[in-house]
């Protein structure tokens, strides 16, 4: 059991540039999280699928766009990157009992 | 925006002694968790508080559920280098958010060996 892996581990973009964050979990958890985490401010929830198929805006979720791709996969994406974007991604996974398992993270520079 | 207050923010602590840290919050939660991120790593689940009351222990962690729901108490005994690391306090299990979690801004626990 892998739990939760997230690709890539470190990403530096330009202003303006996309990409795609990828995460997977093969615990069989219907829901599904990402994070931004920066220093001072904690965890904040980006978006979040509570089950394959649905996906609903967290708390900071302007500038990113989630697909829930099937059951263990669900990526984020950044259409045109800026630097407030700068931070430290995190995947999580649950089931319906809340307690979320998460994976290693994304480290991403935007110049 | 947060809702949970977490103390203390950071602590420096000689190895061997006992940490507690604590989190409360303005509304009721059904679940409680602890969780441990170490640098460079993801947060880790450390103990998970399902019932008001409730104690529990994992090794030479120990939390507790408030009862009145709406705080949670992590101690730690005997702290050894290894404990360093950010804590974190998160609440869930309320109807309104369904599996969200809400997380506390982390106590940052440095042990001097």
């Known amino acids: 059991n892998a739990g939760v892996t997230q690709t890539p581990k470190f990403q530096v973009l330009k202003t303006g540039q996309s990409m795609t964050l990828q995460c997977a979990q093969d615990?069989?958890?219907?829901?599904m999280y990402w994070y931004r985490q920066d220093p001072g401010m904690g965890l904040r929830l980006i978006y979040y699928?509570?089950?394959?198929?649905?996906?609903d805006k967290g708390e900071v979720p302007n500038g990113y766009n989630v697909s829930r791709l099937n059951k263990r996969e669900f990526s984020l994406r950044l259409e045109s990157a800026a630097p407030s974007q700068t931070s430290v991604y995190f995947c999580?996974?649950?089931?319906?009992?809340?307690?979320?398992?998460f994976g290693p993270g994304t480290r991403l520079t935007v110049l | 925006g947060q809702q949970l207050n977490q103390s203390p923010q950071s602590m420096f602590i000689q190895e061997g002694e006992d940490v507690s840290m604590n989190c409360t919050s303005s509304?009721?939660?059904?679940?409680w968790l602890w969780y441990k991120q170490e640098p460079g790593e993801g947060p880790v689940l450390l103990i998970a508080?399902?019932?008001?009351?409730e104690l529990t222990s994992n090794g030479r962690l120990t939390a507790q559920f408030g009862i009145t729901r709406k705080d949670s108490f992590l101690n730690i005994s005997a702290s050894i280098p290894s404990d360093v690391g950010i804590y974190f306090c998160?609440?869930?299990?309320?109807?309104?958010?369904?599996?969200?979690?809400?997380f506390g801004e982390g106590t940052q626990l440095t042990v001097n060996p």
């Open positions: 998160a609440g869930g299990g309320k109807e309104t958010s369904g599996s969200r979690l809400t």
């Open positions: 508080l399902y019932k008001a009351g």
């Open positions: 509304s009721i939660f059904n679940t």
């Open positions: 615990m069989n958890h219907n829901s």
């Open positions: 699928s509570a089950s394959e198929g649905t996906t």
């Open positions: 999580a996974s649950s089931e319906r009992d809340s307690s979320q398992y």
